[in-house]
Structure formats: C-alpha cells, structure tokens
C-alpha cells in the first residue's frame, strides 16, 4: 500500500471588522476588551451579535488584566500545536469586569497549583501583531505576601 | 405531517483504522446492503442526502465520490451536509414532508485515521479567538466535564460507571469497536489523560459508515413489517464560543427533547450520542432519563465513534430494536459541534 503525507493548509487572508479588529488591536497594546450585550453582560471575546437576540453589538468595554479561572483541564503531554511545550493547563477564564469567561492557557507550573477560582493574569507575548497570540498564556496572579515589608528594629 | 419511517439501517464494522479501503469502498456493501434489506435499488430511491467532512477526507468536493458510487445516473435528486449523518437524515424527512417523493436514501461515512482527529477538530472553532490555540477535542471536554463535577453534579467515580456500563453493552454489538468487562473501580486506578478525564471517558477514533432507508406512509408498510416511525424530530443549535453557554447543561438538547416530543410517551430505548462519559449525564438530564434503565444498549459512541455516522448510527439503533418489536417507543439523539454545541433528537414509535 502506498502512502504520502498530506497537508492541507486555506492560505487566504480575512478582515476582523470593527469588533473582532478592535480585540485584536487591543492584544496588541496588552489590553482586553468585550463588548456589552443586550443585556448588559459583558463578553469576552467581543461577540458582533448579541448571543440571545442577534443584534450587533457595538459598545466595546475594556476588562481585566485580572481575571479568574472558572474551569479547566491539566495536559500532562502538550501537543507539538499547544500553547506551552511543558504542561499546562487549559482554563476558561473570566476578565475582571467582564461576564463570560474565554478559552486560554494556564502556565502554572503543577497540577496542585490550579483550581477553579484560582487568580491569573496574562503574559504577553515579546512580539505583538494583533492575534490572540499576543496573550501567551495566563500566569497565576502574584500575591504579595503580608510580610515583606523591611522591619526597622 | 406525513408519517415517515426508518424502514432499514446498517453501518460498517467500526474499526479504529480501515487502511486497505477508501471511503468508496468501505461505504458501497453498507448502501448496498440498506437497499438490498428492503429489496430497493437507488432506482426506487426519490432523495438521496448524505453527511461527511472535506476536512477528514483530505479533499475538496470528496462526497462526489461516494456519491458516484451509489449510481446517481440518470440524475437523481441529491443533498449534502458537512455534518453527521442524522442531520442529512433530517434534511431528507423535510424533503419527504414537501409531499413530492416518497423516500430516501441518507449515508455517511469517514476514516479519522489519516489524520490528528482531535487537532483536525479544532478547525471548526472560532478561526480568530480560539483556533489558533488548537485545543483538542478532548481538552474541550474536559473543562466541560470539570465545570460538572465543580457544579457537584457528577463525580469521577459516575463517569467511570458509564464507561464500564458501555463497554460492557458493546460485548453485544457485533459492530463496537471497544467491548469489555471492567469494574468501574479498577478504571479509577488509572492515570489521567488530560484531566479530569481518563481514557476510559473519551470515544475511541473510529473509522466508518452507516445508511438508512426513509419511506412514507405505505411506501413503507409495503416493505417493512413493522417500521419504525418518526414521531417527533428537531434540532437546535447553542453560540460557538464556550463561554457564553453553561457547559454543565445542555439547552439545546432540552429544547429539541421538548419539541420532539421526548415526554409524550413511555420511553422503552434511549440512544444517546455522547462521545464522553460526563455528556451522557449532562443530555439524560436534558432528556428527562436521568435514572433510564436502556441508555446506549449499542454501547453508544463510546464504544464506537465515527465521526459523521455516530448519530446517525443512534438513529438506526433505535429503528431496529422497533423493528424487531423489541421495543416500541424510543429516543434517538445525535450532536454536532464542541462540547455538545448542536444536537438532534429524534422519537422513533412502532404501530402496536
């Protein structure tokens, strides 16, 4: 039997237009933004239709950086594809400010250091060009412990 | 309404990997054989619609062939969707509710082995937001499957109980791929694969084919003693993006259940395509059949999951068992999309 590889690859170009373009740009500039449905909540990523009644939606919100984990999965052997090449965590993650969580990856370092609720925020990528490549991943957030502050004695 | 029935159904032997046939030739003995049962050639067929994916294929236009391969010369009156077969079988019952033919013919098939399945999946995400961090199949339902068991509405242990229950059914079904004897306890013991879902919770890769025969009113009591009517069909669709829906229900389910007719009647067999253990939980709720006794006696997508065929495969279940008079009420469902996004119901009854 006779096999070849076979890649298949769409190499065409699209626009985002106003409300995906403005996501976008904003990854750029390492800021997140979603937009305002008919009911007030706040999505995220941007939705261009209302979700329940189909309107556009054109109010753009900004959100985060802090944000909070609601569920997620630990990849024990990432894929070549994968975000991160060590494991990591598979997280929909909720932006301060905003209603809906959206997909990322958590680089927390063990499965024992995430749980839902836990506190991330992003990591930029060096290199911006406007993709949702731009957010990297999602650390876990800093505390800053009680105690550091320098003693007098 | 037109009484339409399903008066025939067969599927390939599913396998985790057919290498020795293209997709012509592991779909021709099924519609032959679906036509052959009924004593029909596609001469006596009014609509033919089938499901499949370019993107499985690895071609542009690739139900062209198949569609060459169940003779559609002279011209026959034909559709298409990139999608599992139950939603083609759809198609062809509201071509038979216009009034102009009388039956159909609804294929579906595809190989998964060429390809990454679980990567190749992540190409019908959202192209800008979520896609190009190619998260699996199965990464997506295990945050669906953690969001469950966070909300307390499953645990660990259930979920291996339904793997344990469906494999154990498959040992029946000459047709599973994944047929075994396992206690669910011992299931647990093993590593996670991405957790908190175990091999145990996820549909194997499967490769294969399934056809159905549609008849309406005494097109099909002509050919079938006891045929298996569609009493109630619907399908609904739930946003693509994960996070504006509740992942721990399914909406989309409920509704078409509801618009079904799913609670109209005694419920003998319920076929529910859940390609994870927690997503039967979440669509028995969805469907009312939170403590059903006869949930996936096939051993469901569990143990057999070819994409494109699963649901229709549901489908065909339920219609043999009616059939055969072992049953004579039954719920077939089928999904589509990630984290059970787009589903159909379908209430199959026989005459008494």
């Known amino acids: ?153 | 309404m037109r009484d339409v029935a399903v008066i025939s159904f067969a599927q390939a032997k599913n396998q985790r990997r057919v290498a020795d046939l293209n997709e012509v030739e592991m779909l021709m003995p099924v519609t032959g054989q679906v036509l052959d049962q009924v004593g029909m050639t596609i001469d006596d067929i009014g609509f033919t619609c089938s499901g499949s994916s370019d993107y499985l294929a690895g071609v542009g236009f690739s139900f062209v062939s198949t569609l060459d391969g169940v003779g559609p010369w002279p011209p026959i009156q034909e559709s298409h969707v990139e999608m599992d077969g139950a939603f083609a079988l759809y198609e062809a019952w509201v071509k038979i509710q216009l009034g102009e033919i009388d039956t159909a013919l609804v294929y579906c098939y595809s190989k998964s082995s060429p390809g990454d399945l679980p990567m190749v999946l992540t190409r019908q995400l959202d192209p800008y937001t979520v896609a190009p961090l190619w998260p699996d199949t199965v990464s997506l339902a295990a945050l669906q499957a953690r969001a469950l068991i966070d909300a307390g509405r499953t645990t660990e242990p259930e979920m291996a109980e339904v793997a344990a229950r469906s494999r154990r059914s498959a040992l029946d079904n000459p047709n599973a791929q994944l047929a075994w004897d396992r206690p669910a306890g011992d299931l647990l013991t093993e590593d996670y694969h991405v957790a908190p879902l175990r091999k145990h919770d996820c549909a194997p890769i499967t490769d294969g084919a399934a056809a159905v025969v549609l008849a309406a009113g005494d097109a099909a009591r002509r050919r079938v003693e006891r045929p298996a009517w569609i009493r109630g069909i619907d399908h609904r669709i739930e946003p693509m993006a994960l996070g504006l829906r509740d992942l721990t229900v399914s909406a989309s389910t409920r509704l078409a259940g509801e618009k079904a007719g799913v609670a109209d009647g005694p419920v003998d067999v319920a076929e529910l395509h859940a390609p994870f253990t927690h997503q039967e939980l979440i669509l028995r709720e969805a469907l009312g059949l939170v403590d059903h006794q006869n949930v996936n006696p096939s051993g469901g997508a569990l143990s057999a999951n070819p994409m494109l065929a699963a649901g229709l495969i549901r489908i065909g279940e339920v219609a043999t068992r009616i059939s055969s008079g072992e049953a004579d009420r039954g719920v077939a469902h089928a999904t589509s999309g990630p984290c059970l996004q787009q589903n159909l119901v379908c209430v199959l009854e026989g005459e008494s």
């Open chain 1, 1 to 153: 039997m006779l096999t070849a590889p076979l890649i298949i690859e769409y190499p065409f170009k699209r626009t985002t237009g106003p409300v995906i373009g403005a996501f976008m740009t904003g990854l750029r500039e390492r800021i997140l933004v979603g937009s305002r449905a008919a009911d007030g909540r706040v999505i995220v990523p941007p939705a261009e239709f209302d979700p329940v009644t189909g309107e556009d939606l054109t109010e753009i919100v900004e959100v985060g950086p802090g944000a909070e984990v609601t569920t997620w999965a630990w990849v024990t052997e990432p894929h070549a594809k994968h975000p991160l090449d060590r494991p990591f965590a598979w997280a929909l993650i909720k932006p301060d400010g905003a209603d809906t969580p959206m997909l990322g990856a958590v680089d927390a370092g063990s499965i024992d250091a995430v749980h839902t609720g836990l506190r991330v925020v992003p990591r930029w990528a060096d290199e911006r060009e406007g993709r949702i490549e731009d957010l990297a991943c999602w650390v876990p957030e800093r505390t800053t412990p009680a105690n550091v502050e320098y003693k007098r004695s």
